[in-house]
């Protein structure tokens, strides 16, 4: 009956409870767990939604610079509940050391039990003093006596190795009271440990925040040799992370890596680099020692880049990857009852409301007090429209445009338009615009990616070259090529070394080819695929290039189709509800163009982007504006035909005379 009556209050209060200063787009009904001061620990689900939390960088430990100014609480009558946003400050841990005593071994078994002499609430145990390197597989029990042993880790993992620059000597487990330990070596694929110089536990306080983490979306991205590279999606823009932890399946790794976002800068979205570190795991005797975690500053927007250096080893097999959250902040406030209250947020420009609660800031321990509860959120209402998708810009005549191509209507709000080698070959990237059905230009933000464009191209027949060289042509897709350029070369080959060459014909006419590019080719381990060779093309004007190799004494190498690696670009716009959009380019002389950026950028991070291709350009290709060859031979028709009427008259003028003549 209790649980329907605050069921039912919760409901009128959804319904009366006032929407001061704007319109709130979520509700989330608040629980207090006693009448007076309650703590309420701000989560994902709200940082998601609401105003982002801002901490000051340069303290330590992390305090708080503002955040959650949407955020207003109500009562079931509607009277707004004052509050708080308070950081817990983290204690500095406490470790209680054990007495030690040795354990019977067994063949397979040995350990030791810990005594702490009384019993405490602890949640990670350090083992010390045991001589590297070492890998251990442990078990880990707890309990208030000898006699009843609870399992706290069935199997555990402690390392210590230098030569993998590897170490970790603690185990971690669900927070309990316990006052004796009982660690169990598995010796049955590793060497016996004697006794550890030390076991300490440390002890867990009520203010000590718990490290929340988030499983990430995890999607492969297009690469160049030698790299890896992902896509990271995160639940919201704004996020507190601290960290990246990866999931793996290959047995050893040493490898460097790196977290980029994009950002706006001078006018173009361009990747920025917020962490990196050093990837490491290894493998003994059936056991696991790994550091896959890497650091980083606090992303602004919901997409973030794992870029691994794979060097000469296969790709990374990254399995999943994990966000570590930064401590977060709590909501302190004040009721007289244990009635459910009202949250709303979500409307970001709201400013931040004052409160005489403020004058509790200096003095306020929030780590005692008795913790309130939320409710499962829903939508209560629409935001106030101030997203850019109204924004349109200034009409443009497309006719000057050589190019036009549909963008497909697949998503309504933001999308980002991947730029293809057509458009890059067809353009100065300053003449693109995006316009609607009326003739109205769609403002964008340029975005030049990390990640290469890769084009596949075809590989013409072997023709034998002099002294035993094999010639191949590649036809280009177009003859404008965007730099920097790269010519991708693979073969299923595993033993070989060859010199490769890329030429052009000649500029002048005359016959022979004009080497721009050359590189050795080398793969001397049977056991493994060769790594792709990337050649450089330095020109950005060609239509065909010949590929030359020296095969020496050997057959010809097999080779695969050839890749080209472009520079990556694509557009962010916010694709408008109930309009068709085309893309339109190819006009040399025209400017870049200059919109309102920063209408644009306030919510540019704030959503995902949809990833959109523009149709075929052969398809939408518009009739073509009279090139110079044409004025030419439009011309020469024209002087041939004035020779024409020149010369008939001229014979006519000669009949006459001879007629005259004769009849003289």
């Given amino acids: 009956m209790k649980t329907k009556g605050m069921l039912l209050l919760l409901i009128l209060a959804t319904l009366i409870a006032p929407k001061a200063e704007g319109v709130e787009v979520h509700e989330r009904a608040i629980v207090p767990s006693r009448p007076g001061a309650n703590r309420l620990p701000v989560d994902v689900t709200l940082m998601i939604a609401a ?80 001589p590297a390197p070492f890998l251990k597989r442990l078990r880990l029990e707890a309990g208030g006596d000898r006699e009843r042993w609870v399992l706290l880790v069935d199997e555990g993992t402690i390392f210590d190795l230098p030569d993998e620059r590897l170490k970790q000597t603690e185990i971690r487990f669900p927070a309990g009271e316990y006052r004796h330990l009982r660690i169990t070596w598995d010796d049955s694929s590793s060497a016996r440990v004697g006794l550890p110089s030390g076991v300490s536990a440390r002890l867990v306080s009520a203010a000590t925040p718990p490290r929340e983490r988030l499983a990430l ?53 361009r990747p920025r680099v917020i962490g990196t570190g050093e990837l490491k795991r290894a493998e003994r005797e059936g056991l696991v020692a790994s550091d896959l975690r890497i650091q980083i500053q606090r992303p602004s927007g919901s997409e973030l880049d794992l870029i691994v250096e794979n060097g000469d080893n296969p790709p990374l097999d990254v399995r999943a990857v994990w966000a570590e959250l930064a401590p977060l902040p709590s909501v302190y406030f004040e009721v007289s009852t244990v009635e459910p209250l009202i949250a709303r947020y979500g409307d970001r420009e709201r400013p931040r409301p004052r409160y005489d ?144 060459t890329l030429a052009v014909p000649q500029d002048d006419g005359r016959d022979g080819q004009k080497v721009i590019s050359a590189a050795q080719w080398t793969h001397a381990e049977p056991e493994s695929d060769a790594a792709a060779l990337v050649v450089e093309i330095p020109l950005d004007r060609l239509r065909e290039l010949v590929l030359g190799i020296d095969e020496g004494d050997n057959p010809p190498l097999d080779l695969l189709p050839p890749r080209l690696l472009l520079p990556s670009y694509r557009l962010r716009f916010f694709y408008p509800a109930g309009s068709q959009l085309t893309l339109h380019y190819g006009d040399p002389q025209l400017a870049a163009p200059r919109y309102d950026l920063a209408l644009l950028s306030s ?62």
């Fill in 217 to 269: 979306e995890l999607t492969p991205r297009d690469s160049e040799p030698g790299r890896s590279r992902y896509r990271l999606k995160l639940p919201g823009p704004n996020l507190p992370i601290a960290a990246l932890e990866l999931e793996v399946e290959n047995r050893y790794v040493l490898r460097s890596a790196a977290i980029q976002e994009a950002i706006l800068h001078s006018g173009e979205i």
């Fill in 357 to 500: 609660l403020e004058a509790l800031q200096p003095h306020l321990d929030v780590a005692t007090l008795p913790r309130a509860h939320w409710g499962e959120p829903r939508v209560s209402g629409e935001a106030p429209d101030r997203s850019p998708l109204s924004i349109i810009g200034s009409p443009i005549d497309t006719s000057r445009f050589e190019y036009r191509r549909n963008i497909p209507a697949e998503e309504v709000g933001l999308n980002s338009l991947l730029l293809d080698e057509a458009v890059l070959a067809h353009s100065t990237l300053g003449d693109i615009r995006i316009v609607d059905e009326e003739g109205r230009q769609i403002p964008y933000l340029l975005e030049k990616r990390d990640e290469p464009l890769i084009v596949d191209l075809s590989l013409g027949r072997r023709e034998s070259g002099s002294e035993r060289r094999s010639l191949y042509r590649i036809r280009l897709p177009h003859e404008t090529i965007p730099g920097p350029a790269r010519l991708l070369l693979r073969t299923p080959a595993r033993l070989f070394t060859r010199r490769v």
């Fill in 51 to 130: 105003a982002p939390i801002r901490y000051r960088e340069e303290a330590s430990p992390e305090t708080l610079a503002g955040g959650l100014e949407d955020l207003r609480i109500y009562t079931g009558e509607g009277k707004e509940v004052p509050y708080l946003l308070v950081m817990s400050e983290p204690p500095q841990p406490r470790w209680r050391p054990g007495h030690l005593l040795r354990v019977q071994p067994t063949r397979t078994t040995s350990g030791l039990e810990v005594d702490l002499r009384a019993s405490a609430l602890i949640d990670r145990i350090r083992v010390e003093g045991l």
């Fill in 603 to 664: 919510r540019l991070f704030s959503l995902p982007a949809h990833e959109i291709r523009p149709a075929s350009e052969r398809a939408a290709l518009l009739p073509a504006k009279p090139s110079a060859s044409r004025f030419f031979y439009a011309a020469l028709c024209a002087v041939v035909l004035v020779l024409l009427v020149i010369l008939g008259r001229m014979l006519r003028l000669h009949d006459e005379r001879e007629r005259a003549a004769s009849e003289e």
